[in-house]
């Protein structure tokens, strides 16, 4: 791997720092974790992640399968090779090699594949996330929008309006977009703040049709997501937009372009919905909730992360060394992952979205001043 050149990445006090010759993949990658990572140029603080120039041909002898990533509930595991204090890890599904030590990572693409951009991303996100967790922070799975520095944060499972109601809100004016699929909740000096963590969306067909206007330049190409801004803007003029609503992956940056709206990096948290879709609810519904349901759903909607110190990951290893994951043995002590939420003096409402929210413009200034009352 040569020198290249190197991003520092920071997000609150974890540290990562990228290195690689493809200046269009710092590009991409500067465009897709801001601005909820700072982005500068050059500097190797915190651990290093290398990323190599030409792609390999697959060939990893794994000997046993290791903890990787964190995918809402569960720990994606990888087939690894240990040898002599390195840990190598291969996915041909993903198209992608890395090599593992402490305080580095070295990731590869398999020749044949083109997922490279969106892995480093990744890996990038899991150093970062796992030093954020253990000083206390926990991640959510909810969307999130800024209106006029106060936060308000959607949490559900999957497929329960969480992007298509921040999307409109923030299409309408009223808000810009902290989140689409994953918050970052930590204590401050009293109160609660919740930052984006940056993520690939996936767009559903659904969310396309609920919102035809504000999806009209998705250019036709595969893979849109691997694209810088600039490259998605001249893909359309190329080869057109879709016709058809279907499932799309988007970066976030992609996502503001389509939706003519900013990102906030973080704001005070002051009112959580615990978000679902009801075709009977006509615009929205909204119910006040108690203390104890609101700490069972910020446990039900953690995102990824288990609570028992001896579910540690890769990412752990290269950060703080010890025993590699899995290994005989008893495991070193860790902080709890999945550090319990003080909601004291957030709002929280199960929140109940209709069909007919996003028909109307109007819909989510009534949702916002529902929600956050005062503002």
């Given at each position: 791997m040569g020198r290249g050149r190197a991003l520092s990445l920071e997000l609150g006090d974890a540290r990562v720092a990228v290195r690689s010759d493809d200046e269009r993949l710092l590009e991409w990658l500067a465009e897709a974790l801001a601005p909820s990572f700072s982005v500068t140029a050059g500097g190797e603080d915190g651990v290093v992640v290398e990323v190599g120039s030409e792609p390999v041909k697959a060939g990893v002898r794994a000997d046993r399968l290791l903890p990787c990533?964190?995918?809402?509930?569960?720990?994606?595991?990888?087939?690894?090779?240990?040898?002599?204090?390195?840990?190598?890890?291969?996915?041909?599904?993903w198209g992608i090699r890395l090599a593992l030590e402490p305080g580095r990572v070295r990731i590869w693409e398999l020749e044949g594949h083109g997922i490279l951009r969106s892995v480093v991303l990744r890996v990038v996100r899991e150093l970062a996330l796992t030093q954020a967790?253990?000083?206390g922070a926990m991640q959510l799975h909810a969307s999130a929008v800024d209106v006029r520095g106060h936060g308000v944060a959607f949490a559900g499972p999957k497929e329960a309006g969480k992007t298509t109601t921040a999307a409109w809100i923030v299409a309408c004016g009223i808000a810009s977009l902290i989140a689409n699929?994953?918050?970052?909740?930590?204590?401050?000096e009293g109160r609660l703040l919740i930052t984006g963590v940056p993520t690939l969306v996936v767009l559903r067909a659904g969310t396309i049709e609920r919102l035809p206007a504000q999806f009209r330049t998705i250019p036709d190409v595969e893979r849109p997501v691997r694209?810088?801004?600039?490259?998605?803007?001249?893909?359309?003029?190329?080869?057109?937009?879709?016709?058809?609503?279907?499932?799309?992956?988007?970066?976030?940056?992609?996502?503001?372009?389509?939706?003519?709206?900013?990102?906030s990096r973080r704001a005070p948290l002051e009112c959580l919905?615990?978000?679902?879709?009801?075709?009977?609810?006509?615009?929205?519904?909204?119910?006040?909730?108690?203390?104890?349901e609101a700490a069972r759903a910020a446990d039900a909607f953690s995102f990824g992360w288990p609570s028992r110190p001896s579910d540690r990951t890769v990412f752990d290893w290269v950060l703080n060394g010890g025993p590699i994951p899995g290994s005989p043995?008893?495991?070193?002590?860790?902080?709890n992952r999945v550090a319990p939420v003080e909601l004291d003096g957030v709002r929280v409402v199960r929140l109940r979205v209709g069909p007919d929210f996003t028909r109307s413009p109007a819909a989510p200034r009534r949702l916002i001043r529902s929600l956050v009352p005062d503002r």
């Open positions: 990533f964190a995918l809402e509930s569960q720990l994606v595991q990888m087939a690894a090779q240990v040898e002599r204090g390195r840990i190598v890890l291969e996915d041909p599904d967790l253990a000083r699929d994953r918050v970052l909740a930590s204590r401050d694209l810088t801004l600039d490259e998605y803007l001249a893909a359309g003029a190329v080869h057109g937009f879709i016709r058809e609503p279907r499932q799309v992956p988007l970066s976030p940056p992609q996502l503001l372009h389509e939706l003519g709206a900013s990102a919905a615990l978000i679902e879709l009801d075709p009977a609810a006509g615009e929205f519904d909204v119910e006040p909730r108690g203390r104890e043995g008893p495991e070193p002590d860790a902080p």
